[in-house]
T-cell receptor, first 115, second 112 residues
Framework: DVKVTQSSRYLVKRTGEKVFLECVQDMDHENMFWYRQDPGLGLRLIYFSYDVKMKEKGDIPEGYSVSREKKERFSLILESASTNQTSMYLC??????????????FGPGTRLTVT | DQQVKQNSPSLSVQEGRISILNCDYTNSMFDYFLWYKKYPAEGPTFLISISSIKDKNEDGRFTVFLNKSAKHLSLHIVPSQPGDSAVYFCAASDSGTYKYIFGTGTRLKVLA
């Protein structure tokens, strides 16, 4: 069974803090993704990575950065947290290659609240 | 511009009846589609997929139908069970890219 784990289930941070969200997968997947889920907006892609040290912007990258130093680990960084980054953050991974034919496996999510 | 739309935010169905969840897309390049189920405080779990070379795919109680000319897909759950109560997301991909575009989700409530 594919397992995708996220470092925290719930996190409360103050405005302006630097926030690290970590994701680890155990299936040797090449592709990893970070999404945020907000009511009425569905899942929106922040960043993805198709290989170690490779990253691509998704649809809403502003205010975020990522790091992929090892294949199994993909980190999302909020350089200076703001209240509009309060959200559910979901990490996913998938088999190598382009999207068609491969489903993504999701972690349990981190509910981040920025006060 | 929302390329994948789930126009019904919520749906209630009696236990044992059919649930039909709908999804529309605008990009004719999309050629692979997924459905996910999501319970509160959990990550989405993959349910079923369909490629554009097919118009139907079944897996147990779940069937996905694809109408390419209408750019429409639907998920049928028969019979519906209370444990099916969750938010359902459809997702679409152009196989020339790495990423999926997700819809906004439909909350299904199956009444016992």
């Amino acid at each position: 069974d594919v397992k995708v784990t996220q470092s925290s289930r719930y996190l409360v941070k103050r405005t302006g803090e630097k926030v690290f969200l970590e994701c680890v997968q155990d299936m040797d997947h090449e592709n990893m993704f970070w999404y945020r889920q907000d009511p009425g907006l569905g899942l929106r892609l922040i960043y993805f990575s198709y290989d170690v040290k490779m990253k691509e912007k998704g649809d809403i990258p502003e205010g975020y950065s990522v790091s992929r130093e090892k294949k199994e680990r993909f980190s999302l960084i909020l350089e200076s947290a703001s209240t509009n980054q309060t959200s559910m953050y979901l990490c996913a991974s998938s088999f190598p290659g382009l999207a068609g034919g491969y489903e993504q496996y999701f972690g349990p999510g981190t509910r981040l609240t920025v006060t | 511009d929302q390329q994948v739309k789930q126009n019904s935010p919520s749906l209630s169905v009696q236990e044992g009846r059919i649930s039909i969840l709908n999804c529309d897309y605008t990009n004719s390049m999309f050629d692979y589609f997924l459905w996910y189920k999501k319970y509160p405080a959990e990550g989405p779990t993959f349910l079923i997929s369909i490629s554009s070379i097919k118009d139907k795919n079944e897996d147990g109680r779940f069937t996905v139908f694809l109408n390419k000319s209408a750019k429409h897909l639907s998920l049928h759950i028969v019979p519906s069970q209370p444990g099916d109560s969750a938010v359902y997301f459809c997702a679409a991909s152009d196989s020339g890219t790495y990423k999926y575009i997700f819809g906004t989700g439909t909350r299904l409530k199956v009444l016992a």
